[in-house]
């Protein structure tokens, strides 16, 4: 698919088409100059996009502000562009009143659930949370559930739901294998609903490659469930957020127990990695189009080499290999106009 940057860094050239792109970028902003088309990025501030499709509609849910808000939009590229709702915020002196991280919006055994890492203002206090919603509608208020604890119960960020075809779930997040923050490996442990994890955890991932371990302590985080059919990968973000090596790595399910380490393949080499315009890709989402034709990833780059955690929120379509794993390709550079999803 060709696509085409508008760069205001041309020369004295530059053609009257350029000319025009660009002209049609200031006007109408960077969420798109012309009908049909979008101008990465989506969101110019932002990390941790968790985005998920209900129906017609695609749901956004962030930490915003002490609290976690929830924001509705009928195109994947309108995603920054309308009012969100506070939906929950923790009471003041509890273990899970500060430094809300990455909240994921999944709608579960017909109710929707909000999981979120949450602390009392101390990092070595990060554990999981869950919320319920009371309506069908993820902009009405959510309740406090509880904590997602496995055993044993340890420092714990970005947790995500594995459903299996089933129906069995599996709860799935980063966390340190003592008390201390030595490294952040991924872990995986059994649900026996939607806000209950029972029995141990088992460790599906550590940073074992040399391409994880850019920025200490080293970092395994971020998991993330993509399916194909019914072929399973789990997605994560490796190396330090805050450097310009953070990247995609890849899990691969080759069947049997996934509670079963051995039930896994690991990526030798990452799937989605920085390029000379685009810094620190990571911690992504994965929706398909409106006419689900297109899978689209939505994801967080640093605005610029060295920006660390100064990061906006941009997103792609992607393909799929001959043997069926995600063709992520490079991140497109932001400025680059590109066809809006299928069946806007």
């Known amino acids: 698919m060709q696509r085409l940057r508008c760069d205001p860094g041309w020369s004295h050239g ?27 990025p989506i969101v110019p501030t932002g990390a941790d996009p968790w985005v998920v499709r209900r129906g017609d509609d695609y749901y956004f849910c962030q ?23 506070e939906v929950w915020r923790p009471p003041p002196g509890t273990a899970y009143s500060k430094e809300l991280w990455a909240p994921e919006l999944h709608w579960l055994a017909d109710r929707w659930y909000i999981y979120v890492a949450a602390d009392d203002g101390d990092n070595a206090n990060h554990r999981m949370y ?32 594995l459903r299996l075809p089933g129906g069995q779930l599996y709860f799935l997040w980063s966390g340190w294998e003592g008390t201390e923050n030595v490294a952040q490996d991924l872990y995986i442990a ?25 920025g200490k302590p080293w970092v395994n985080e971020g998991p993330q469930v993509l399916w194909n059919g019914d072929q399973l990968f789990v997605i994560y973000s490796a190396s330090g957020s805050w450097t310009d090596d953070y990247c995609f790595g890849q899990l691969r399910w080759t069947g049997g127990d996934p509670m079963n380490r051995d039930s896994w393949s690991k990526s030798a080499h990452p799937v989605f990695a920085k390029t000379g315009e685009v810094f620190g890709p990571g911690h992504g989402s994965f929706v398909k189009s409106r006419d689900g034709k297109e899978d689209w990833l939505i994801y967080h780059a640093a605005k610029h080499s060295g920006a660390g955690w100064n990061r906006m929120i941009l997103m792609q379509n992607f393909g799929w290999n001959p043997d069926g794993s995600p063709r992520f390709g490079i991140p497109v550079a932001p400025g680059t ?5 299928s069946g806007e």
């Open 14 to 40: 530059t053609t009257l088409w350029r000319l025009v792109m660009v002209l049609g970028v200031a006007v109408m902003g960077w969420r798109g100059w012309a009908a049909g088309t979008f101008v990465n």
């Open 63 to 85: 930490s915003r502000a002490g609290g976690i808000g929830v924001l509705r939009a009928s195109r994947l590229q309108d995603l920054g562009s309308n009012e969100w709702t």
């Open 130 to 161: 869950v919320l319920e919603g009371t309506t069908a509608d993820p902009r009405d208020p959510f309740k406090f559930r509880g904590k997602m604890a496995a055993t044993p119960d340890r420092w714990a960020i970005d947790g995500t739901v």
């Open 190 to 214: 059994r649900m026996e609903n939607p806000w209950t994890v029972v029995g141990a955890r088992v460790r599906l991932s550590r940073p074992d490659h040399d391409w994880e371990r850019r």
């Open 337 to 341: 106009v590109m066809p809006t999803p």
